[in-house]
């Protein structure tokens, strides 16, 4: 198995920004797909940005399309989420995760049934 380990959220103000940092430990994900998601309490956990394993291609949700950029270190093993432009309503507990089916296609970025291996989230709050 390999552990995510989520970072860098917290409290900012609108138009604000904040990175995200994912640390993966137990295996190198180097060749794995990766992704950021969110929750709000009582609601269903959302896409908001993937990555292929070699990170030549991205693909992000229309809310966050131009303000969010997911990139990855593979040689530190991390997967990171710029995020600009904040507001209100990107309120939420953002969550790693990683699609550990070894080299699957760009093809598959948008499918967030496969990723199935999560780190425990970090909060990220946008108010004034």
């Known amino acids: 198995q390999v552990q995510l380990v989520e970072s860098g959220g917290g409290l900012v103000e609108p138009g604000g920004s904040l990175r995200l940092s994912c640390a993966a430990s137990g295996r190198s994900i180097s060749r794995y797909n990766m992704g950021w998601f969110r929750q709000a309490p009582g609601k269903e956990r959302e896409f908001v940005a993937t990555?292929?394993?070699?990170?030549?291609?991205?693909y992000y949700a229309d809310s966050v399309k131009g303000r969010f950029t997911i990139s990855r270190d593979n040689t530190k093993n991390t997967v990171y989420l710029q995020m600009n432009s904040l507001k209100p309503e990107d309120t939420d507990v953002y969550y790693c995760?990683?699609?550990?089916?070894?080299?699957?296609?760009?093809?598959?970025?948008?499918?967030?049934?496969?990723?199935?291996?999560w780190g425990q989230g970090t909060q990220v709050t946008v108010s004034s």
């Open positions: 995760a990683a699609d550990l089916f070894p080299g699957r296609g760009a093809q598959a970025l948008g499918v967030s049934q496969y990723f199935n291996s």
């Open positions: 990555i292929s394993w070699s990170g030549g291609t991205t």
